[in-house]
């Protein structure tokens, strides 16, 4: 009877340790070029960042927040028929050892309802929840509206912001 009470508890700490292993996957992604395209007369505003997953294993960005906005969203953009089309998508995938781009054109996330108006060169919070729910603090360089991308060389400011791992919206 003892046995069997020792190899449950062996079993059991072994499930509580495997799901700390891969429980923060915020601690698994970097973010590169994070940039907001601030639009003018409160219109909502895209914001691109390069993901970077160092882990062994696929991560899930699922949503995004900020204290600046009253929601942010993951939208895709694409082309149909000569028509532009934004969807929302609940869910964006990071593989393993490999990028996700949110950019123009493409997936971003949509900044809706600012609490203040937004000037470029400001710096934008924004906390990115990955499916086990741990996030990522991200600051976002805020652009004008004809900007296209961060605005950065190869060896850009942004490269050297500090991104904040705290383990533990559309």
């Known amino acids: 009877m003892r046995l069997c009470t020792l ?3 062996v079993t059991f700490a072994s499930l509580l340790m495997a799901g700390t ?4 996957q915020a601690g698994q992604i970097s973010a590169e070029h994070a940039w907001i395209r601030v639009l003018p007369a409160g219109l909502p505003a895209g914001g691109y960042v390069v993901l970077r997953n160092k882990g062994d294993q696929a991560v899930a960005l699922t949503s995004a927040s900020s204290s600046h906005y009253a929601a ?6 694409s082309t149909e028929g000569g ?3 934004m969807r929302m998508v609940d869910r964006l995938d990071i593989p393993a050892h490999g990028e ?3 950019a123009p054109g493409g997936y971003h996330l ?3 309802q600012a609490s203040t108006p937004v000037q470029a060169g400001e710096t934008i919070p924004v906390s990115l929840t990955f499916a086990d729910g741990s996030q990522l603090k991200v600051p976002f360089l805020a652009r004008p509206a004809n900007a296209v991308d961060a605005g950065n060389t190869t060896t850009g400011a942004m ?10 919206d559309h």
């Open 7 to 9: 190899s449950r508890a």
């Open 21 to 24: 292993a891969s429980a923060d």
């Open 72 to 77: 942010a969203m993951l939208h895709q953009s």
């Open 83 to 85: 028509m532009g089309r």
């Open 110 to 112: 949509m900044l809706m």
């Open 159 to 168: 490269d050297s912001m500090p991104m904040e791992h705290p383990s533990h």
């Open 100 to 102: 996700t781009a949110l």
